[in-house]
Nanobody, 122 residues
């Protein structure tokens, strides 16, 4: 069993930065691929970025060059550095853990956090 707790969300002006953290409990963190998803009101939950246990990454086109996903296996934590934020980045951001190498679909993730709100004002 893996439990995920996100933190770091908040209100920021357009062009600003935030760093989200996701702390995982459980001894299998290092073997899991980790992903960040987001969901805006009335919209589906979309992949933002994912990182494999070996450090390979993938990003949504909308965040490439602005967001960076990373992980610290010693701390059982995955991060999402978000720079040059835009109003369209406003959403609830969820951390997820999966067993595939680099999953990109929500159904491929087994564990989910409760989410953290990110609001970008223009």
């Amino acid at each position: 069993q893996v439990q995920l707790v996100e933190s770091g969300g908040g209100l920021v002006q357009a062009g600003g930065s935030l760093r989200l953290s996701c702390a995982a409990s459980g001894s299998i963190f290092s073997a899991n691929a980790m992903g960040w998803y987001r969901q805006a009101p009335g919209k589906q939950r979309d992949l933002v970025a994912a990182i494999s246990s070996g450090g390979s990454t993938t990003y949504a086109d909308s965040v490439k060059g602005r967001f960076t996903i990373s992980r610290d296996n010693a701390k059982n934590t995955v991060y999402l550095q978000m720079d040059n934020l835009k109003s369209e980045d406003t959403a609830v951001y969820y951390c997820a853990a999966g067993f595939q190498v680099l999953p990109t679909k929500p159904r491929d993730y087994v564990y989910w956090g409760e989410g953290t709100q990110v609001t970008v004002s223009s």
